[in-house]
């Protein structure tokens, strides 16, 4: 059975970090991008960063870049995102989906764009 893990989220003050894990199993983990895909209530769905599956490029939204950073270890089947320097408005759920594709990777944020989607960890950046 095909599914994606998240976890790492929690309650953290502003200017704060965490870092998310996604585990990945039963699919070509390896030849899937992968993306982190963020929902804050009443707000559309924000592709905040991906990486190509060999993990070789990365992409990332202007509104994390310089404070989140993705990466990947396909020996393990997981992604990870760090981010740093925590602002209230990164309060969201934060997905993890997989896409199969030769190269590159999307920061779409809608889910039929992509093959697997994760079941979501709540971040909260809040004093």
């Known amino acids: 059975q095909s599914r994606l893990v998240e976890s790492g989220g929690g309650l953290v003050q502003p200017g704060g970090s965490l870092r998310l894990s996604c585990g990945a199993a039963?699919?070509?983990?390896?030849?899937?991008?992968m993306t982190w895909v963020r929902q804050a209530p009443g707000k559309e769905r924000e592709g905040v960063s991906c990486?190509?599956?060999?993990?070789?490029?990365?992409n990332y939204a202007d509104s994390v870049k310089g404070r989140f950073t993705i990466s990947r270890d396909n020996a393990k089947n997981t992604i990870y995102l760090h981010m740093n320097n925590l602002k209230p408005e990164d309060t969201a759920v934060y997905y993890c989906?997989?896409?199969?594709?030769?190269?590159?990777?999307?920061?779409?944020?809608?889910?039929?764009?992509?093959?697997?989607w994760g079941q979501g960890t709540q971040v909260t950046v809040s004093t």
């Open positions: 990486i190509s599956r060999a993990g070789e490029r990365t």
């Open positions: 039963g699919f070509a983990f390896g030849s899937a991008a």
């Open positions: 989906a997989a896409v199969y594709r030769s190269s590159g990777c999307t920061l779409n944020g809608d889910r039929p764009s992509y093959h697997y």
